[in-house]
């Protein structure tokens, strides 16, 4: 089993910025994927960014050049630094843990971006 705790979410007005952080625990393996997807209201949940233990980035096209994900191995710790933000960005964030065939779920921070 492994936990997720997420925090950092909130209310920001557009062009802000915000940082989520994931801290993971218990059954931690050196080889992993960690990452973030959100769900707006009435969308299925997307892949916003992931992260693998060495340190290899993928985005989605919707934020390159606005969010930056990155990682602490020694703290299994994922941010995301998110900025420029825009209303579209809005949604509850999911940290994600992931090592074939297992993977796990945060509870979720709402991210909320006003006009």
């Known amino acids: 089993q492994v936990q997720l705790v997420e925090s950092g979410g909130g209310l920001v007005q557009a062009g802000g910025s915000l940082r989520l952080s994931c801290a993971a625990s218990g059954n931690i393996f050196s080889e992993n994927v960690m990452g973030w997807y959100r769900q707006a209201p009435g969308k299925q949940r997307e892949l916003v960014a992931d992260?693998?233990?060495?340190?290899?980035?993928g985005y989605a096209e919707s934020v390159k050049g606005r969010f930056t994900i990155s990682r602490d191995n020694a703290k299994n710790t994922v941010y995301l630094q998110m900025n420029s933000l825009i209303p579209e960005d809005t949604g509850v964030y999911y940290c994600n843990w992931r090592r074939s065939p297992n993977e796990y779920w945060g509870q979720g921070t709402q991210v909320t971006v006003s006009s």
């Open positions: 992260i693998t233990r060495g340190g290899s980035t």
